[in-house]
């Protein structure tokens, strides 16, 4: 099993940048794939990006093309996710996400393990 832990949030104003990290702990010696999803008050838990094993592979959200970029170091066993230009859209708990082997379908259910969540706020 894979354990996460999300660190990085926080308050920030509209047009400002976070980047929030990962840190996977546990049987991390088999390829696994990561991602982010996020889930704003009263909305269902939603796809952010993806990123294969190797690196090759990232996926993203329509909503966030051109604003974030999804990154990863397999010798920290850690995933990135850098936010630019944030909007008050942006506002959710972003929650880290594995799996192993390939990267899974944007859906909640295709992603075996999960962090506890981070909170960003992007205040107008």
């Known amino acids: 099993q894979v354990q996460l832990v999300e660190s990085g949030g926080g308050l920030v104003q509209a047009g400002a940048s976070l980047r929030l990290s990962c840190a996977a702990s546990g049987r991390t010696d088999s390829p696994y794939a990561m991602a982010w999803f996020r889930q704003a008050p009263g909305k269902e838990r939603e796809f952010v990006a993806a990123?294969?094993?190797?690196?090759?592979?990232?996926n993203y959200a329509d909503s966030v093309k051109g604003r974030f970029t999804i990154s990863r170091s397999n010798a920290k066993n850690t995933q990135y996710l850098q936010m630019n230009s944030l909007k008050p859209d942006d506002t959710a708990v972003y929650y880290c996400?594995?799996?192993?082997?390939?990267?899974?379908?944007?859906?909640?259910?295709?992603?075996?393990?999960w962090g506890q969540g981070t909170q960003v706020t992007v205040s107008s």
């Open positions: 990123i294969s094993w190797s690196g090759g592979t990232t």
């Open positions: 996400a594995a799996a192993y082997g390939r990267v899974r379908r944007p859906q909640t259910q295709t992603w075996d393990y």
